[in-house]
C-alpha cells in the first residue's frame, strides 16, 4: 500500500512538472506570436507609408498617430474602456466585428462579408504640416478568402498613396497577384474621390491610362471585383467617407 503511494505521488508530480511546462511554453508562445503579429502590422502600416526603417516599433512610435474612428458618427473617438480588440494599435477586424456590442450585420452584396466593426482604425502619417498621410484599413471578400490590406491616402485625401494587401488566400499566379508589389503600384497615384466628391477609383482592363483606374488582374475577374467592392466600400458613405469628407473641409478634429 505504502509502495503504491509513493507511486501515485511521483506520478502525480510528474504530471504537475509537466502541466506547469506545457502552460508556461503556451504562453511563452502566445506573448511571441502576439509580438511578431503586431510587428507584422507595424511593417504593413509603414510600408504603405512609404517608410522602410530598420526599427519598425521605433519609427512606428515617431512617424505614426493611431486613431479609432465611429464609422456613424464620423469622428474619432477615446479608445479608453474599449476591449483589446478595439484598440487603434491591436485592432482585430473579425473580433470587433464579432463583437455584439461594437460589431453590427451589414447587406452580404457590400462586402462579401455579413458583419462588420462600428469602429474603424485610421493612422496618421506625422509631417512637417499637420500630417503626410492617412491610412485606413480595408477588409473585403475574395474568390477564396477575406483579403485584408491598408489603403493610403495623401494628404488632399484624395490621392492614393499606396495599398498593401497583408493577408489573402487568392490563387497563386492569378487573384494572388494583389501581394505583387508591381500590380500595387499602380494605385500610387490614382484619385479615389471624382471632383463632386463621389467614389471614382475602379479596377478595369486598360485601367492605368485613367486618373481613376486600375488595371484588372487577368484572370482574375471575382479577385478583382472583390477588391474594387472593398476599397469603394471604405471609401464611401458606409466606411471612412463621411470622416474623410469632414476631415477634408476641417469640419472634425483629427
Not at 106 to 132: E, N, S
Not at 173 to 201: C, F, H, M, S, T
Request: aromatic fraction near 10%.
Amino acid at each position: 500500500m505504502l509502495q503504491t503511494a509513493k507511486s501515485l505521488l511521483v506520478v502525480l508530480g510528474v504530471a504537475l512538472v509537466c502541466s506547469f511546462v506545457v502552460t508556461s511554453a503556451a504562453v511563452l508562445l502566445e506573448e511571441r506570436q502576439q509580438h511578431n503579429l503586431r510587428l507584422e502590422r507595424i511593417r504593413n502600416i509603414l510600408k504603405v507609408a512609404g517608410l522602410m526603417p530598420d526599427d519598425p516599433f521605433a519609427a512606428y512610435q515617431k512617424y505614426i498617430e493611431a486613431r479609432l474612428v465611429d464609422l456613424h458618427r464620423a469622428r474619432t473617438v477615446d479608445p479608453a474602456g474599449l476591449p483589446l480588440h478595439l484598440q487603434p494599435d491591436t485592432f482585430d477586424f473579425d473580433k470587433a466585428a464579432r463583437d455584439p456590442r461594437y460589431g453590427e450585420p451589414i447587406p452580404p452584396d457590400r462586402l462579401g462579408l455579413k458583419r462588420r466593426p462600428r469602429f474603424m482604425p485610421v493612422y496618421f502619417v506625422r509631417g512637417d504640416a499637420d500630417f503626410d498621410k492617412l491610412i485606413l484599413l480595408i477588409v473585403g471578400k475574395g474568390l477564396w478568402s477575406t483579403l485584408y490590406g491598408y489603403l493610403a491616402l495623401e494628404r488632399d485625401l484624395v490621392t492614393i498613396a499606396g495599398i498593401v494587401f497583408y493577408q489573402q488566400g487568392e490563387t497563386p499566379g492569378l487573384g494572388g497577384e494583389i501581394a505583387n508589389p508591381r500590380w500595387q503600384a499602380q494605385w500610387r497615384g490614382k484619385r479615389a474621390y471624382d471632383d463632386r466628391g463621389r467614389v471614382a477609383i475602379r479596377l478595369v482592363k486598360g485601367g492605368a491610362a485613367s486618373p481613376y483606374g486600375v488595371d484588372a488582374l487577368s484572370g482574375a475577374t471575382l479577385t478583382t471585383r472583390g477588391v474594387e467592392r472593398a476599397v469603394r466600400y471604405w471609401l464611401g458613405p458606409e466606411g471612412y467617407g463621411p470622416y474623410l469628407a469632414r476631415l477634408r473641409s476641417g469640419g472634425v478634429p483629427r
